[in-house]
């Protein structure tokens, strides 16, 4: 394929990618202020869209200008095994990043929400101060501030107070 070529098609992947990126911004706030959701935690949404584009673009570029097939599938298997066991050590990681996602939109949890976990071994009550990336942050009724990481609210779930 001729440099002119490459050029062109790697401008219309950089416009779409860009455009994309635009509409996905503007659907996750449009989708935020519809829920009131918290600025924060649409930061956080938005990074990870973006990420996800980027990686995606960076990938159609490596193969738009000739790399190896067989040799980039060698080499993205390998760093994923590699990623995958260091994740597979922190696991936790991933999936509070997946709760975040899960709560931001499919969960009724709000920052101001009064709630109850539903643990036997973790008894919190308390007010949502904040819910980030990795955590949501309690206040709970002797005025202390208690981080529950998000995957322990999805998976042993929690009762909305107020």
Same mark, same amino acid.
Request: net charge positive.
């Given at each position: 394929m001729e440099l002119k070529f490459k050029a062109v098609y790697l401008a219309i992947l950089l416009i779409t990618v860009f455009v994309i990126a635009i509409f996905t911004k503007k659907a996750i !706030?449009?989708?935020? =202020?519809?829920? $009131?959701?918290?600025?924060n935690r649409r930061k956080i949404i938005i990074w990870l869209a973006y990420l996800f584009y980027y990686f995606l673009a960076l990938l159609i570029i490596l193969l738009l200008f000739g790399i190896d097939t067989k040799q980039f599938v060698v080499f993205a298997s390998s760093v994923l095994a590699v990623i995958g066991i260091g994740f597979f050590?922190?696991?936790? !990681?991933?999936?509070? =990043?997946?709760? $975040?996602?899960?709560?931001?939109?499919?969960?009724?949890?709000?920052i101001g929400s009064k709630i109850k976990i539903l643990d036997s071994?973790?008894?919190?009550?308390?007010?949502?101060?904040?819910?980030t990336g990795f955590y949501t942050l309690l206040k709970t009724e002797d005025d202390k501030t208690v981080a529950i990481p998000n995957s322990i609210i999805i998976n042993k779930g929690m009762e909305l107070l107020s």
């Open positions: !706030i449009k989708f935020s =202020l519809i829920k $009131s959701i918290e600025p050590a922190q696991w936790s !990681i991933l999936s509070n =990043l997946s709760a $975040s996602v899960i709560l931001f939109f499919f969960h009724p949890l709000r071994e973790i008894n919190v009550t308390g007010k949502v101060l904040d819910i």
